[in-house]
């Protein structure tokens, strides 16, 4: 049984955790928690535990409704999405399906 990157086609995967759809890591935005805030990171830098959603309104209301922020964080209690929720709004223009789009 082959594992690591060749068996799961050559490139990292994550499971969103609105829609619980395993896709490659680049589809997916990193998120983080920062004192009880929920941050976006585009970059994969920040230090803590992180997980991946889809950069995409839709996916961020599915994991709100199934309360999916605290058990990926491992963390109690709910957790502010505000500044994701903003985030996702002001990139709206630029995703699409999980992709990046030109505004041309």
């Given at each position: 049984m082959t594992r690591g990157p060749a068996a799961q086609g050559g490139f990292p995967r994550r499971t969103c955790v609105g829609c619980r759809v395993r896709t490659a890591?680049?589809?997916l935005l990193r998120l983080v928690v920062v004192e009880g805030v929920i941050v976006p990171d585009?970059?994969?830098?920040?230090?803590?535990?992180?997980?991946?959603?889809?950069?995409?309104?839709?996916c961020l209301e599915l994991?709100?409704?199934r309360r999916a922020f605290p058990r990926a964080f491992r963390l109690p209690g709910p957790l502010d999405t505000s500044l994701l929720r903003e985030h996702l709004e002001?990139?709206?223009?630029?995703?699409?399906?999980?992709?990046?789009v030109s505004d041309v």
């Open positions: 890591k680049s589809d585009p970059r994969g830098r920040l230090p803590g535990r992180g997980a991946s959603i889809h950069p995409d309104l839709g994991a709100e409704r002001a990139q709206g223009s630029w995703y699409q399906d999980g992709r990046t």
